[in-house]
């Protein structure tokens, strides 16, 4: 090795962070910059998660719960826009719940925008959908409703009694919902979920999650206790691709066009790994010379 | 459109004074970081009030009644409710909390441990609050118990009972690597005996696998943070714009000078 690129190995293990920062900023930024549409190919979790909503009956009433902030939403806000669409496009009844305080606003916003959609134009509040808001109470909500939705939720987001929606009067209980759908960041999530609603009541379920979560939930679904999971972004994009393979919608979704930048950003966190390592045991080579 | 465009304004200069910790601690970062605090415990406590602790807890205790039609200790109690209603007639509306709850003397217990809580507020009689402490404690163990026993230790050790050889080779593999994994971790966290002969390579094999699985949380750890990056600078490139007056570029120039010159200064008293 020519003493040159020794150097070049053993001033790059002195590499100071802040330009390690830098540049990790920037691979980041220029493809969102330019888009370079690079494929999306579904993955066997994510494609259970979407055929097992998917092939649910027509009459279905599905639940969905919002666990995240605006802290994970650029991974799972694409997910909740593009399973809100599937719910809709498939004609299910959609019951939305928060367990985080900052998922009732995640819960409107995701609604808004797929509600905007000439599509669902039609769809009625309180008929086809309702958004009964946050509880505070973690898992003991999800307890409280396997045994009364009205003992936890008197009244919905809107501060409607809850005894006045058409919708909630056929759900008693969460035994009443078809499917159960947590978009989880953390703790209370989708883990709770399998405990305490869909185990005990051998309700299915499935989940959106952050990237963090992934490997946590992992035993869950091997088990055959959860029906696939969308993992972070990359599984937001999948299910992306998917609805667009179904015909259900038809364009590159959030996720999809986020993707190019977090390829490039594994891309580059991985040469920093290889070249880590070669400068590591360069100097390692250089101080037993010596 | 003013609200969206001071909207933006904050959002950005929060995202990038968040960010200008990368290069060092400094005042816009600590400004940020207490806003982030602050905002976030009020905006919790003001949800949780107005979800749950109105409606569910006053709005059981007391329920919407017609004046006239109150009896018994009810007359009583709701004459209390009068005296929250001269306090706030917003929280507590005149004869009771709306909606369609039933009267139930129970949430007495609840309101009661929630007061206890709030002890902690003062030192000399913070200790009443280990009672309403030790009901969530309880609480939380028993409802743990069984689903952690039925969905984590019973139904995921049922998950690994799988067979060596399922007649699809790409399965069989799985199910063996799934069975080594399991078996040699256990191992590995089995601490009363010596991990020496055997068993020493065993727990080896064991602290492999629980290395890849660490590697698969960082990867995921990882991918996480770079979407989070990603949700951060698409705000900062659409709040650049012309509409939202440059926010970006502006709040950037104006902290990377600031920042600059705060550390020549410190450099100099330093110095």
């Known amino acids: 090795m020519s003493s040159k690129f020794n150097t070049f190995l053993q001033n790059l293990d002195r590499l100071d962070r802040r330009i390690i920062f830098l540049i990790i900023g920037l691979v980041v930024l220029f493809p969102l910059l330019v888009p370079l549409n690079l494929p999306v190919e579904p993955t066997g979790l994510t494609r259970d998660a979407f055929e097992a909503i998917h092939n649910l009956p027509d009459d279905a009433t599905v639940l969905i719960s919002f666990e995240y902030g605006p802290s994970t939403k650029p991974e799972i806000h694409p997910m909740a826009v593009s399973v809100l669409r599937h719910f809709f496009a498939r004609g299910y009844k959609v019951v939305v719940m928060c367990l985080w305080p900052d998922g009732l606003f995640m819960a409107r916003e995701a609604l808004d925008e797929v509600l905007n959609d000439e599509r669902f134009h039609d769809l009625v509040y309180g008929v086809d959908y309702v958004n009964l808001g946050y509880r505070p109470g973690n898992e003991a909500v999800i307890k409280g409703i396997t045994k009364s939705f009205a003992a936890n939720f008197t009244v919905d987001s809107k501060q409607t009694d809850i005894s006045l929606i058409p919708l909630m009067n056929d759900i008693r209980t969460v035994a009443d919902v078809d499917f159960i759908f947590s978009l989880s960041a953390g703790y209370p999530g989708a883990i709770e979920w399998v405990l305490y609603a869909s185990d005990p009541l051998q309700i299915p379920v499935s989940s959106g999650n952050a990237s963090i979560q992934v490997n946590q939930l992992l035993p869950y679904v091997k088990s055959g206790q959860m029906k696939g999971v969308i993992a972070g972004m990359p599984g937001a994009a999948e299910y992306e691709a998917l609805m667009v393979e179904y015909g259900l919608w038809n364009t590159r979704g959030e996720a999809a066009k986020s993707m190019d930048a977090q390829s490039i950003a594994h891309l580059v966190i991985v040469l920093f790994i290889i070249l880590g390592n070669i400068a590591y045991y360069a100097k390692r080579k250089t101080q037993k010379k010596y | ?271």
């Open chain 2, 1 to 271: 459109m003013y609200t969206d465009v001071f909207g933006a304004w904050v959002a950005v200069f929060l995202t990038l004074a968040i960010f200008s910790y990368l290069y060092k601690d400094n005042p816009f970062y600590k400004l940020a970081e207490h806003v982030y605090v602050g905002v976030s415990a009020a905006h919790w406590a003001t949800i949780a009030f107005w979800n749950q602790v109105r409606p569910n807890l006053f709005g059981r205790l007391w329920p919407h009644a017609d004046p006239e039609t109150l009896t018994g200790f009810n007359v009583f109690w709701y004459k209390l409710y009068k005296g929250l209603n001269w306090i706030s007639d917003t929280v507590f509306p005149e004869n009771g909390i709306p909606g369609n709850q039933e009267q139930s003397f129970m949430y007495l217990i609840a309101l009661i441990l929630g007061i206890f809580m709030l002890m902690r507020l003062f030192p000399s009689i913070g200790w009443i609050s280990r009672w309403s402490l030790a009901y969530v404690v309880g609480m939380a163990a028993g409802l743990r118990l069984y689903g952690y026993l039925s969905s984590d230790v019973l139904s995921q050790i049922q998950g690994t009972i799988l067979p060596v050889w399922t007649g699809n080779l790409g399965d069989s593999i799985n199910n063996i690597v799934l069975i080594v994994g399991v078996v040699s971790g256990l191992f590995y966290f089995f601490f009363s005996v010596e991990h020496t002969g055997v068993f020493g390579k065993i727990s080896r094999v064991g602290i492999y696998f629980l290395m890849i699985t660490f590697g698969a949380s960082f990867g995921f750890a990882v991918m996480g943070r770079i979407s989070l990056l990603i949700g951060r600078l698409k705000d900062l490139i659409q709040f650049s714009g012309r509409e939202y007056g440059y926010a970006t570029f502006v709040l950037l120039i104006i902290m990377v000078v600031t920042i600059l010159m705060t550390s020549r200064k410190d450099k100099e008293v330093a110095e």
